[in-house]
C-alpha cells in the first residue's frame, strides 16, 4: 500500500498518540509504545503506510538533533566531572560487550572479521532509547543516568573510529551492496571512489570546518540574528546549522548525526547555548517519537516468524550478555551494586547507531545481506524489548509505586508577578508566604507530583513543572518579573536552571539556596551574588541555643553567633577564588589558614565582648546616679 509522506505522517502521528499514552500509563515507558505502535501500522502488520522509507528519512533527524543536544551539554567541567564514567566505564563496556558478542558469533560459524564488525555494532546501546527513559523515570540527575550517560558518550565518539575500521575489515570476494533506504544508509558522497588517503583528507577537512566555523562565525551571526529579537528566526538558524553540518557530514560520507554532534561539542561553551537548546527540544522529542515508530514499522516480521525461536534466543543472549559484562565492568570500577545493575540493564539495548553501521559495514562488503538483515532484527527487538527490561529491574531494584499521573496543569494568572518561586517544598514555601503575606505576587514552580497533590489540597496554588525550561519560565512571567527564588534541593538542576534564567532573562534578581559551601561557590560563579546556604541560619540558631544553655546570657550568645556569621561570610568571599573543589589542596590550605585566623579573631572579640557584659552587669547592680541614662 502507497500513500503520500503527509498521510504516512498522519498515520504514524495517530499510532504515537494513542499508543504512548497506554504504554506509560501501563508502566512500560512511552517508547515501546512508539515501536509496537510502528509495528502494528507497518508493512509487515496492517500495513497502513507502506514502506517507512520516506518517514523514515524525516524521523532519523530527530536522532541528529539528540545528538546536537548531547554535544551541547559537553563543557568541559561536565566531561571532567564524568571522566571515570566515559573513559573507565565506556571503554571498559565497549570492550568487554565486542569481546563477548564477537566470541558468541564466531562460535555460531562467522567469519573472525564479520563476528569482530559484529560485536563492534552490537556494542552500541541506543542513546535516544536510554536517555528518554531516564529522563521519564526522573533518573537522569542520579548515579545510574550519570553512568549511564558517559558510557553513551564515549560509544557515540566511538563511531568516527569505527568508520575507519570496518573498511578494513571488508571480506575479499564478498560484493559491496547498496544500503540506501535501509537504517541510516550510508553513502561515501562527494568523496566516493576517491583514494583513501584522499579520503581521509576530506573527511579531516569536513570536521575542521565544523570545529572553525562553530567557534568562529557562528558566534557573530547569532549576536546579530539575537539583537533582531526575532525568536522565530534563531530558532530557523539553529535548525539551519544542525541541518548545514548533517549534510556536509553526509556530502564526506560520515553519519549525519556524528556531524551534528561534533557542533554540539564546538557551542557547549557558547552564549547561546541554553537558547539552541530551548529552540531545538522541541523538535526533538517530536522526530525522535516518529523514529521510533519508523523502527518499528521496518521490524521484517516475515523474518521474525520463519526464525522465532532463533531469533528471540539470539536477542535474549544479546541482552544478557550485554548486561553482565557492563555490571561486571561497573563492579570492578567499585560502582555501587544497584548503580552497577540499573546501569547494565538499562544499556542492554542495541542502539540507532547500529543501524548506521549495519549500513555501512554491508556496503563495503564486511556484513553480506543476509547477516545485515539478522543482525538489524535483532537490534530492533532488543530495542522493543529494552523499556520492559528497564521497568523490571527498576522494580526489583528500587521498588517503586505505579508513577503518579501529573497534576492538572493551572493557568497562569493574568498581570506581572513580582517573584518566581522555583521549589515549594520546606525551603522554598517559608519565603513564598512571606512574600504572599506582604502583598507581592508570586508565582509558584515545583517538579514534585506528590509534593504538589499534597499542597493542593491544603489550598496552595502551586504548578507543576521544570523550571530549568525557559518556555515554563516564560510562561510563569520570567520576562515581567523582578525576582527568581531558586529553592530546589537538586544542586545540577539548580545550576543548570541559574544559567538558563539569567541568560534569557537578564534582568531577574536571583536568589538561590545552597546545598553546602562547595555548592554556594559554583553558584557564585555563575554569577548569583544572593546565596543562602540552605542549613547555615539554623545551625547559627541552633548553636544560639547552646551557648544559652551553656550559661551565656541571650545577648552574649547572640553577638558570638553575629560575630561567626559576619566573619564566616567575608571569608566565604575571600575563599571564592581559589575554590575549585573540596578536594583541591590550595583551597584545604587556605581553608585550615583561615579557620586559625577566624578562631583567633573570634577569641579575642568573644574577650572583648566578655569585658563589655562584665561592665554592663556591674552598672546595673548599682544605684542609678543622676543625670544617668537606663538605656
Known amino acids: 500500500m502507497t500513500q503520500s509522506l503527509l498521510f504516512q505522517v498522519m498515520v504514524y502521528l495517530a499510532a504515537g498518540v494513542i499508543a504512548a499514552p497506554i504504554a506509560k500509563r501501563l508502566g512500560l515507558g512511552s517508547v515501546l509504545g512508539y515501536l509496537v505502535a510502528g509495528v502494528i501500522v507497518g508493512p509487515f502488520a496492517l500495513n497502513l503506510v507502506g514502506e517507512p522509507g520516506d518517514v523514515m528519512k524525516v524521523a532519523e533527524f530527530g536522532v541528529v538533533i539528540l545528538l546536537f543536544?548531547?554535544?551541547?551539554?559537553?563543557?568541559?567541567?561536565?566531561?571532567?566531572?564524568?571522566?571515570?564514567?566515559?573513559?573507565?566505564?565506556?571503554?571498559?563496556?565497549?570492550?568487554?560487550?565486542?569481546?563477548?558478542?564477537?566470541?558468541?558469533?564466531?562460535?555460531?560459524?562467522?567469519?573472525?572479521?564479520?563476528?569482530?564488525?559484529?560485536?563492534?555494532?552490537?556494542?552500541?546501546?541506543?542513546?535516544?532509547?536510554?536517555?528518554?527513559?531516564?529522563?521519564?523515570?526522573?533518573?537522569?540527575?542520579?548515579?545510574?543516568?550519570?553512568?549511564?550517560?558517559?558510557?553513551?558518550?564515549?560509544?557515540?565518539?566511538?563511531?568516527?573510529?569505527?568508520?575507519?575500521?570496518?573498511?578494513?575489515?571488508?571480506?575479499?570476494?564478498?560484493?559491496?551492496?547498496?544500503?540506501?533506504?535501509?537504517h541510516g544508509s550510508h553513502s561515501g558522497g562527494l568523496l566516493a571512489g576517491l583514494p583513501l588517503w584522499a579520503g581521509a583528507l576530506g573527511v579531516m577537512a569536513a570536521v575542521a570546518a565544523v570545529v572553525v566555523g562553530g567557534r568562529y562565525l557562528t558566534r557573530p551571526v547569532f549576536r546579530f540574528i539575537a539583537s533582531t529579537r526575532l525568536r522565530e528566526i534563531f530558532t530557523a538558524s539553529a535548525l539551519l546549522l544542525v541541518v548545514a553540518v548533517a549534510v556536509l557530514m553526509e556530502m564526506v560520507g560520515l553519519s549525519p548525526a556524528l556531524g551534528a554532534f561534533l557542533a554540539g561539542v564546538v557551542l557547549a561553551d557558547s552564549e547561546f547555548r541554553r537558547e539552541l537548546e530551548a529552540d531545538i527540544e522541541p523538535f526533538r522529542g517530536l522526530l525522535l517519537s516518529l523514529f521510533f515508530i519508523t523502527v518499528g514499522a521496518g521490524l521484517d516480521l516475515k523474518l521474525v516468524a520463519s526464525r522465532p525461536l532463533e531469533l528471540f534466543g539470539l536477542v535474549l543472549g544479546l541482552m544478557v550478555a550485554k548486561a553482565g559484562a557492563m555490571y561486571v565492568v561497573a563492579r570492578l570500577l567499585r560502582t555501587p551494586a544497584r548503580t552497577a545493575a540499573i546501569t547494565s540493564v538499562f544499556l542492554a539495548q542495541g542502539g540507532e547507531f547500529a543501524f548506521v553501521l549495519l549500513g555501512f559495514a554491508l556496503s563495503v562488503s564486511v556484513l553480506a545481506p543476509d547477516q545485515a538483515a539478522l543482525l538489524t532484527a535483532?537490534?530492533?527487538?532488543?530495542?522493543?524489548?529494552?523499556?520492559?527490561?528497564?521497568?523490571?529491574?527498576?522494580?526489583?531494584?528500587?521498588?517503586?509505586?505505579?508513577?503518579?499521573?501529573?497534576?492538572?496543569?493551572?493557568?497562569?494568572?493574568?498581570?506581572?508577578?513580582?517573584?518566581?518561586?522555583?521549589?515549594?517544598?520546606?525551603?522554598?514555601?517559608?519565603?513564598?508566604?512571606?512574600?504572599?503575606?506582604?502583598?507581592?505576587?508570586?508565582?509558584?514552580?515545583?517538579?514534585?507530583?506528590?509534593?504538589?497533590?499534597?499542597?493542593?489540597?491544603?489550598?496552595?496554588?502551586?504548578?507543576?513543572?521544570?523550571?530549568?525550561?525557559?518556555?515554563?519560565?516564560?510562561?510563569?512571567?520570567?520576562?515581567?518579573?523582578?525576582?527568581?527564588?531558586?529553592?530546589?534541593?537538586?544542586?545540577?538542576?539548580?545550576?543548570?536552571?541559574?544559567?538558563?534564567?539569567?541568560?534569557?532573562?537578564?534582568?531577574?534578581?536571583?536568589?538561590?539556596?545552597?546545598?553546602?559551601?562547595?555548592?554556594?561557590?559554583?553558584?557564585?560563579?555563575?554569577?548569583?551574588?544572593?546565596?543562602?546556604?540552605?542549613?547555615?541560619?539554623?545551625?547559627?540558631?541552633?548553636?544560639?541555643?547552646?551557648?544559652?544553655?551553656?550559661?551565656?546570657?541571650?545577648?552574649?550568645?547572640?553577638?558570638?553567633?553575629?560575630?561567626?556569621?559576619?566573619?564566616?561570610?567575608?571569608?566565604?568571599?575571600?575563599?571564592?577564588?581559589?575554590?575549585?573543589?573540596?578536594?583541591?589542596?590550595?583551597?584545604?590550605?587556605?581553608?585550615?589558614?583561615?579557620?586559625?585566623?577566624?578562631?583567633?579573631?573570634?577569641?579575642?572579640?568573644?574577650?572583648?565582648?566578655?569585658?563589655?557584659?562584665?561592665?554592663?552587669?556591674?552598672?546595673?547592680?548599682?544605684?542609678?546616679?543622676?543625670?544617668?541614662?537606663?538605656?
Request: hydrophobic share 50%; aromatic share 6%.
Open 378 to 631: 535483532i537490534v530492533a527487538l532488543s530495542m522493543a524489548l529494552a523499556p520492559l527490561a528497564m521497568a523490571a529491574v527498576e522494580k526489583l531494584t528500587a521498588g517503586r509505586d505505579v508513577d503518579l499521573d501529573e497534576p492538572e496543569p493551572l493557568p497562569f494568572d493574568q498581570g506581572d508577578p513580582d517573584a518566581i518561586v522555583a521549589g515549594f517544598g520546606r525551603f522554598g514555601q517559608i519565603a513564598a508566604r512571606v512574600l504572599m503575606a506582604n502583598n507581592f505576587k508570586v508565582v509558584t514552580l515545583d517538579s514534585s507530583i506528590e509534593q504538589i497533590d499534597v499542597l493542593r489540597k491544603f489550598g496552595w496554588r502551586v504548578h507543576y513543572g521544570d523550571a530549568s525550561r525557559l518556555d515554563l519560565l516564560r510562561a510563569a512571567g520570567a520576562e515581567k518579573a523582578k525576582l527568581l527564588l531558586v529553592a530546589i534541593d537538586d544542586t545540577a538542576k539548580a545550576k543548570e536552571m541559574i544559567e538558563a534564567a539569567s541568560h534569557a532573562f537578564p534582568h531577574l534578581s536571583i536568589i538561590a539556596r545552597a546545598y553546602d559551601r562547595q555548592h554556594a561557590y559554583e553558584l557564585l560563579k555563575l554569577g548569583v551574588e544572593d546565596i543562602e546556604r540552605e542549613t547555615f541560619e539554623s545551625a547559627l540558631a541552633f548553636t544560639r541555643r547552646a551557648l544559652t544553655r551553656l550559661g551565656f546570657s541571650d545577648r552574649r550568645a547572640a553577638r558570638a553567633t553575629t560575630i561567626f556569621r559576619d566573619h564566616d561570610r567575608e571569608t566565604f568571599l575571600k575563599l571564592a577564588s581559589v575554590a575549585t573543589g573540596k578536594t583541591d589542596q590550595g583551597y584545604i590550605d587556605a581553608t585550615r589558614q583561615s579557620r586559625a585566623m577566624m578562631e583567633g579573631l573570634l577569641r579575642a572579640e568573644m574577650a572583648a565582648a566578655g569585658d563589655d557584659d562584665a561592665d554592663n552587669r556591674t552598672r546595673a547592680r548599682r544605684p542609678v546616679e543622676a543625670g544617668e541614662s537606663q538605656v
Open 69 to 182: 543536544l548531547i554535544g551541547l551539554e559537553l563543557r568541559p567541567q561536565l566531561l571532567w566531572g564524568l571522566r571515570k564514567s566515559i573513559f573507565g566505564l565506556g571503554l571498559g563496556q565497549m570492550v568487554a560487550c565486542t569481546a563477548i558478542t564477537a566470541g558468541a558469533a564466531l562460535a555460531l560459524g562467522m567469519e573472525a572479521r564479520t563476528a569482530l564488525a559484529a560485536g563492534l555494532i552490537l556494542a552500541m546501546s541506543s542513546t535516544a532509547i536510554v536517555l528518554q527513559s531516564l529522563d521519564e523515570k526522573g533518573l537522569r540527575q542520579a548515579a545510574p543516568g550519570q553512568a549511564a550517560f558517559g558510557v553513551l558518550l564515549f560509544q557515540d565518539l566511538s563511531v568516527i573510529p569505527l568508520f575507519t575500521l570496518l573498511p578494513l575489515l571488508a571480506i575479499p570476494g564478498l560484493a559491496a551492496h547498496d544500503a540506501a533506504g535501509g
